[in-house]
């Protein structure tokens, strides 16, 4: 028994140190994925109301504060528009997979209609969170070969850990399309 107590510690410590790796881009794929989840509330408040899940107009509104916002962090504009383009294009992927299971089976519809208000502030608190991702990993970002291997690894462990289904699956690849650069030399804001 003695002989298996050290190993054991050892191989713990050994998938800790293993498991390092998968940070450098897990802060930024965890919020991609708490963003995924608001699109939950989304497709709840928007639900048999006869809300477009398409809203070009708000889309617009989004994309221009998040120019002004990243210009102002310090941020790339065109890659945090790029970037936040992926993340309305992810919820829609999320609200049009929840309305199809809705209309499908009304039994899983939700019964109650959060309000978009609330909701939005979380969006926008999500935004701030999410451009200052950006900024913390534009190092690794302008790095595309490695920001590859790395966002695989957060967002593969980020899946598993969140317990993501098939659609939140689907949305997370559509929403982390733009977070490695490539063609873009490295530091230009």
């Given amino acids: 028994m003695a002989m298996s107590a050290p190993a054991n510690t050892e191989s713990v410590t050994v998938t800790v140190n293993a498991a390092e790796p998968l940070r450098k881009l897990g802060p930024l794929t965890d919020l991609v994925i708490e963003r995924i989840r608001v699109s939950d509330d989304v497709a709840a408040s928007k639900f048999g109301t006869g809300s477009p899940i398409e809203d070009p107009v708000r889309e617009a ?40 299971r809705w209309t499908a089976h009304p039994e899983e519809a939700p019964t109650t ?43 593969g462990s980020g899946a598993v850990l969140e317990r993501l289904d098939t659609l939140h699956r689907q949305a997370l690849g559509t929403a982390t399309q733009s977070v490695c650069r490539s063609g873009e030399p490295a530091g230009r804001h």
């Fill in 61 to 100: 509104q989004v994309l221009e504060q998040v120019r002004t916002q990243a210009e102002a962090a310090g941020v790339n504009p065109d890659a945090a528009v790029a970037f936040f383009q992926d993340q309305i294009a992810a919820s829609k992927v999320v609200q049009k997979g929840l309305f199809a």
């Fill in 113 to 155: 209609r959060p309000d978009l208000g609330p909701i939005r502030e979380r969006l926008d608190q999500l935004t701030t969170a999410l451009l200052q991702e950006l900024k913390d990993t534009e190092h690794l970002r302008d790095k595309p070969v490695a920001c590859t291997v790395q966002l695989a690894l957060a967002a």
